[in-house]
């Protein structure tokens, strides 16, 4: 199986610019979360209204014990949600 997540992560390398999601999903699946947030804080700003990509901020640095930069991050994403996936309101 990590032979398969090698392989993703080569390819996404390859195509970030134009699908950046494929290489910091293949990073936190191979457990390099740290390095999948710094991918993830390179391109975030180009999707500005996408509301997932924050939200995965969100749960990396959950992940990361950086508690106080995952609720910025979700309360972000609440901010952007305009679709009421999240089902959450902002107190």
């Not at 993703?8 to 999601?21: K, N, Q, T, W």
């Not at 391109?43 to 500005?48: A, L, P, S, T």
């Amino acid at each position: 199986m990590t032979e398969k997540w090698e392989l993703a992560f080569a390819v996404a390398r390859s195509i970030s610019e134009g699908v950046p999601e494929a290489t910091f999903l293949a990073l936190h699946q191979k457990k390099r979360t740290k390095e999948a947030r710094k991918v993830l804080l390179t391109v975030v700003e180009r999707f500005g209204d996408n509301y997932m990509m924050r939200y995965t901020l969100a749960c990396y640095a959950c992940r990361l014990a950086q508690l106080k930069e995952a609720w910025e991050w979700l309360t972000k994403t609440i901010d952007l949600d305009q679709s009421g996936n999240l089902h959450m309101k902002r107190e």
